[in-house]
């Protein structure tokens, strides 16, 4: 048995990697939205917060009752609690990543839980 997964992803508008790399502890989907789309629904979630990476492009997030500004680059945190719809903007398409774990889960991060063994 092998200690890794690999697939590659391209041309879709929507990938969750949960089941094609069996992923235990995270859920992460590769999102497009074309330009002037979104998804089309508001939701919050029961326990998982939420990351979304800015890959490509720009648009908005309403986030409660607030709307922001998104780019290429951007990192956004959002609790499970908070009401969240993520959208393209008018005159270009918008490739993010979406990460979802159970919030306050992490006991150690990189420094803590990485071992060098050479």
């Given at each position: 048995?092998?200690?890794?997964?690999?697939?590659?992803?391209?041309?879709?508008?929507?990938?969750?990697?949960?089941?094609k790399?069996?992923?235990?502890?995270?859920?992460?989907?590769?999102?497009?939205?074309?330009?002037?789309?979104?998804?089309?629904?508001?939701?919050?979630?029961?326990?998982?917060?939420e990351?979304?990476?800015?890959?490509?492009?720009?648009?908005?997030?309403?986030?409660?009752?607030?709307?922001?500004?998104?780019?290429?680059?951007?990192?956004?945190?959002v609790?499970?609690?908070?009401?969240?719809?993520?959208?393209?903007?008018?005159?270009?398409p918008?490739?993010?990543?979406?990460i979802?774990?159970?919030?306050?889960?992490?006991?150690?991060?990189?420094?803590?839980?990485?071992?060098?063994?050479?």
């Open positions: 048995m092998k200690n890794f997964n690999k697939i590659s992803v391209t041309g879709t508008e929507r990938v969750e990697l949960h089941d790399i069996n992923l235990t502890g995270a859920e992460i989907s590769v999102n497009v939205l074309p330009a002037g789309t979104g998804v089309p629904f508001v939701h919050t979630h029961k326990q998982n917060e990351i979304y990476v800015i890959l490509e492009g720009k648009g908005y997030m309403t986030l409660d009752d607030e709307k922001i500004e998104i780019e290429a680059n951007d990192y956004i945190r609790s499970p609690s908070a009401k969240r719809q993520i959208s393209a903007s008018s005159d270009t918008i490739k993010y990543l979406c979802q774990v159970k919030e306050n889960s992490l006991e150690n991060y990189t420094a803590t839980d990485g071992v060098v063994l050479q």
